[in-house]
């Protein structure tokens, strides 16, 4: 099975928009996952087709627009790109209710699941962020329940409040937590053992 190289965004203003999007054209990135906080450089939903994306919870509904015209708004939903690859996602504005959603949806087709999270999972070491001067484990307790679990998961969280730049977490050999605060990254994913590694570092 294939590798996919994957670039994740988040929180770009316009000062450092060019810098991103030619990168991104630059590079070839097999995905590129947006994060929210993007209202200042849209221009990232132009630079190719495998883009995909949630909002923040500051986002206004323009963005949401902008990202649903382009296809690029998966939260809540499921998307098949190919090879047995799924992607879905869980926004900041509406979490619980994107991921009921996704607890409806079959995901026996996939050999892979990735979901783009602004939340990490409750259960793994990446989940720490420091509100009030206080560190904190918060996420997302159980996504799938019991039943509909993916074959291999890939969770993918970011948000500028967690405490390191970037946490990989394999919780069992098919479900891997990335957990990123920075505003780009980019990781390179083995699609059968979910072996990751940062690319550019």
Do not use: W
């Amino acid at each position: 099975m294939k590798r996919l190289r994957i670039a994740i965004i988040q929180a770009i203003d316009y000062r450092k928009c060019r810098e991103v999007v030619d990168k991104l054209k630059a590079e070839h990135f097999d995905l590129v996952m947006l994060c929210g906080g993007l209202g200042q450089c849209l221009d990232v939903l132009r630079v190719g087709k495998s883009i995909y994306g949630i909002v923040d919870v500051d986002d206004d509904i323009h963005i949401v627009k902008t990202m649903k015209n382009v296809g690029a708004y998966i939260a809540g939903s499921l998307h098949f790109i190919d090879d047995g690859i799924c992607i879905s996602g869980i926004d900041a504005k509406n979490p619980i209710q994107n991921i009921e959603r996704l607890r409806e949806k079959i995901l026996s087709n996939c050999f892979l699941t990735i979901i783009l999270s602004r939340y990490p999972l409750k259960t793994s070491s990446c989940s720490k962020v420091k509100l009030v001067g206080k560190d904190l484990n918060i996420g997302i307790k159980n996504v799938f329940g019991d039943v509909n679990k993916p074959t291999k998961l890939l969770f993918i969280s970011c948000n500028k409040s967690f405490q390191s730049d970037l946490c990989i977490d394999v919780l069992d050999p098919s479900n891997v937590l990335v957990s990123t605060n920075k505003q780009f990254t980019s990781l390179l994913v083995d699609v059968q053992d979910l072996n990751i590694s940062v690319l550019g570092e």
